[in-house]
């Protein structure tokens, strides 16, 4: 594989009723579920489109055989390996690492406030610091970004709680790390979420027509 300096993981999972935005599905149903989750991926893969980093869609389960939402020409396709969420996004690094990337970064399909300055200032800042980390406000981080392997970082963290970023600030202080924090952003899972994005979708709409 040729590789640039950089490589931006994405995680996503496949898309299949019952299986994705589970929150969302008990209020709205799984068929509406799975497609606020489509949106969601459609809006991150317009954010990460036009990077010129190498961008590494990681799916949950397996590569589809058809996916013209993530083509091939564009992204690599990986399938993530392990038990958890934290197992699955250290091996990630691990493997890019091992490729030869200098600077790693991952986030998943869930944040579609996300665009692409804040993926590029990510990678920037991934020259002067250690770590870059994006708080998300439901206390968990919509992208982590790295120069080397840090397992240490995945490890006894409860992933479905609230308490992610503050676990993880904590690693970084006890490893002596310097680290830039990124915006605080939003991920969509509930529809409590979904309403707030799409109260925002529509003020970007108004303001552009205004423009």
Known sequence: MDTSAEALIIFVK???PGK??????KTL?????????RELQHQTEQAVRFLT?????YYSDY?????????????????????????RMSNAFEELFD????????????CPYITQDILEN???????????IGPSRDGGYYLLGLVEPREELFEDINWGGSQVFDKTIQKLISQDMIWYELPILEDVDTEDDLDRYRLYTRQQELRSVSE
């Open 63 to 87: 590569v589809p055989e058809e996916n013209p939402l993530w083509p091939q020409e564009r992204y690599h396709h990986f399938v993530q390996e392990g038990t958890g969420l934290g197992e």
């Open 99 to 110: 490729k030869g990337y200098e600077k790693v970064c991952i986030i998943g399909s869930d």
């Open 14 to 16: 496949n898309n299949e």
């Open 20 to 25: 994705v935005k589970t929150r969302l599905a």
């Open 53 to 57: 980093s190498d961008k590494m869609v």
């Open 122 to 132: 990510a990678f920037n800042r991934l020259l002067e610091t250690d770590v870059v």
């Open 29 to 37: 149903g799984e068929s509406r579920a799975l497609e606020v989750h």
